[in-house]
Antibody, heavy 120, light 109 residues
């Protein structure tokens, strides 16, 4: 049973950066992409970007290009998402979500979510 | 980027009734598919359907998906009390980006 455990809630000031981590355990599937999806309060889901840990190359949604970086640390089995130049509209729950398999880009395992609050 | 439009925004039904949720894509493409997720308050989404019509592991058979091209449907044949939640469709192709619909809230009438 794959488990995705995320880091805790963050409160940040506008203009700063935040890094959220996601540790995958219970599976040996570093060739399954790990994605980040966010959900603003009362809103829908929005794909932020993803990475295939074994390859290390990330893809990002166009609206986050230049502001987000997704990386992996093979030694710890952790994937990190850093979002920079934060603004109030970035206040959201950020989920990591793992794809179901190679070339199966739907998400069958999710982290518990990390609330990022951007406030002055 | 493909835009997904879900309808209706809110669906009010009673337990035991049939629910039909729609997801329309702004364009179709070769090898593009839809997945459906259920989300309850305070919880992460749960995968229900992938590749438009395949049920995920452990999903009851009252949930079914259909459609192709630009029009997709999630049907819940007979609503149980635990089915009242928000449902999202997700479009995916052979590579990113991926997009989600804005959601349909299924509420008890």
């Amino acid at each position: 049973q794959v488990q995705l455990v995320q880091s805790g809630a963050e409160v940040k000031k506008p203009g700063s950066s935040v890094k959220v981590s996601c540790k995958v355990s219970g599976g040996t599937s570093s060739n399954y992409a790990l994605n980040w999806v966010r959900q603003a309060p009362g809103q829908g889901l929005e794909w932020v970007g993803g990475i295939v840990p074994v390859f290390g190359a990330a893809n990002y949604a166009r609206r986050f290009q230049g502001r987000v970086t997704i990386t992996t640390d093979d030694s710890t089995g952790t994937t990190n998402m850093e979002l920079r130049s934060l603004r109030s509209e970035d206040t959201a729950v950020y989920y990591c979500a793992r794809e179901a398999g190679v070339k199966q880009p739907f998400f069958d395992s999710w982290g518990q979510g990390t609330l990022v609050t951007v406030t002055s | 980027e493909i835009v997904l439009t879900q309808s209706p925004g809110t669906l009010s039904l009673s337990p035991g009734e049939r629910a039909t949720l729609s997801c329309r894509a702004s364009q179709s493409g070769r090898g593009s598919y839809v997945a459906w997720y259920q989300q309850k308050p305070g919880q992460a989404p749960r995968l229900l359907i992938y590749d438009a019509s395949s049920r995920a592991t452990g999903i009851p058979d009252r949930f079914s998906g259909s459609g192709s091209g630009t029009d997709f449907t999630l049907t819940i044949s007979r609503l149980e009390p635990e089915d009242f939640a928000v449902y999202y469709c997700q479009h995916y192709g052979s590579s990113p980006p991926y997009s989600f619909g804005q959601g349909t809230k299924l509420e008890i009438k």
